[in-house]
């Protein structure tokens, strides 16, 4: 199947700083990737939809001011939690959609604010 | 109502066991459909795809069924390491709306 690779893969940091993670799909070109969230032992929630060299589409709730993506090229979308706080860690983890909609995610990132 | 549901679970079941797993969906629009597995801490990966004819991969087969709204993933000969949670992913005939089930959790008892 088509490979994802995200960046990092764990990152522990202080309350009110930000954070970026990388999304890249490596053997593909994805005109979409998506960005998901996971608390322990719950589902993937869907936070955004990132369309390649459009504004992401952000789901009910999440604050596109404090999700910032960036999805600048067919490979590469960014995700980027400015100042962060405890009850943003979580797993964040992405995928980029081929056109027979079977999505590939990336590895995940385990974010842990403290 | 949710537009995906899935049984949680858990399924315990021993090993070379037959299980089934069914997922409904509510939208009659709905166009793809897919089964993906997730280890602990992991993140989903495909394992197949769900076609209107039904579709197999060795032990795997899936089967959909428009008139009931529903696909399926029927496992046989379970394995240890089928031991997963199984989510089931449905996406309507435009746009890029994918809805995922909450996902059914497996495990294989040696």
């Known amino acids: 199947g088509a490979v994802v690779s995200q960046h990092p893969s764990r990152v522990i940091c202080k309350s009110g700083t930000s954070v970026k993670i990388e999304c890249r799909s490596l053997?593909?070109?994805?005109?979409?990737m998506f960005w998901y969230r996971q608390f322990p032992k719950q589902s993937l929630m869907l936070m955004a939809t990132s369309n390649e060299g459009s504004k992401a589409t952000y789901e009910q709730g999440v604050e596109k001011d404090k999700f910032l993506i960036n999805h600048a090229s067919l490979t590469l979308s960014t995700l980027t939690v400015t100042s962060a706080h405890p009850e943003d860690s979580s797993f964040y983890i992405c995928s980029a959609r081929l056109q027979t909609d079977e999505q590939f995610f990336g590895p995940g990132t385990r974010l842990t604010v403290l | 109502r949710k537009e995906v549901e899935q049984d949680p679970g858990p399924f315990n079941v021993p090993e070379g066991a037959t299980v089934a797993f069914n997922c409904t969906y509510s939208n009659s629009a709905s166009q793809s459909f897919f089964w993906y597995r997730q280890d602990c801490r992991k993140e989903p990966k495909l394992l197949m795809s769900v076609y209107s004819s039904g579709n197999e991969d060795g032990r795997f087969t899936a089967q959909l069924n428009r008139a009931s709204q529903y696909i399926s993933l029927l496992i046989r000969d379970s394995k240890l390491s089928d031991s997963a949670t199984y989510l089931c992913v449905v996406k309507t005939s435009t746009g890029n709306q994918f809805y995922f089930g909450t996902g059914t959790s497996l495990t294989v008892i040696p």
């Open positions: 053997d593909f070109q994805a005109t979409t």
